[in-house]
Nanobody
């Protein structure tokens, strides 16, 4: 079955960096677009970035443009989110998602906390 497992979250000071990873299994990773979302306490889940199957088309929410970079390694079935210049408002649980046969599959999430 489809499985997504995120890792790489943690506590970081403002201005710091983290790289999140999401390892996928159970489907042909290399032919599906992948997404990152986040959810802060008391807020709705928010789309952050997506990348097409080949990795050449990337889109970002305005609030992270220029600071976050999404990438993928189709040999490792992994999608990444490099997060630089982190701000306290980036604090959230970060999830990866794939739409597979018209259903959305999510990982369990990884906590990112930006605080001094």
């Amino acid at each position: 079955q489809v499985q997504l497992v995120e890792s790489g979250g943690g506590l970081v000071q403002p201005g710091g960096s983290l790289r999140l990873s999401c390892v996928a299994s159970g489907f042909a990773f290399h032919i599906y677009a992948m997404n990152w979302y986040r959810q802060a306490p008391g807020q709705e889940r928010e789309w952050v970035a997506d990348i097409n199957a080949a990795g050449g088309i990337k889109k970002y929410v305005d609030s992270v443009k220029g600071r976050f970079t999404i990438s993928r390694d189709n040999y490792k079935n992994t999608v990444y989110l490099q997060m630089n210049s982190l701000k306290p408002e980036d604090t959230a649980v970060y999830f990866c998602k794939v739409r597979y046969y018209a259903s959305d599959y999510w990982g369990q999430g990884t906590q990112v906390t930006v605080s001094s």
